[in-house]
């Protein structure tokens, strides 16, 4: 059997999300230089850049956290708990524990090679 095919989670949305330093000059480098749309701000804390095929999330640098530069890979998942204990229950170990940060909550892991990866859910997509 196809382990892709054999699960129950459904993906509702997928992000590439890139830590930066300065959130307006980043806007201002996706939407001016490359022509995206911005599809929302919500001021400096975070913001989505719309592209053909994905979904680029803007979120700033925090001391302790993710270098600017550094790329993660988002699934949106409408119960993060349940996708996170379905997928912890095929060997996936995931970094701490759920994180929430209203109205957004998440469940951080990574690939073989060490990418981050984490699971969001939100009641309503914007």
Known sequence: MNDALSTKQQYNVSFVTVIVAD???????????????LKTRYGD???IVEAPGVTIGLHPAKDGGAAPGTLSIGLGVSDVAASR??????GLAFDGD????????????RDPDGAQLYLAEQSEWV
Do not use: C, N, W
């Open 23 to 37: 959130m307006q000059r980043s806007i201002d480098f996706y939407t001016k230089k490359l022509g995206l749309p």
């Open 45 to 47: 804390h975070f913001a």
């Open 85 to 90: 204990e379905e997928l912890q229950g095929r």
């Open 98 to 109: 759920i994180v929430a940060d209203p109205p957004m909550r998440f469940a951080f892991l």
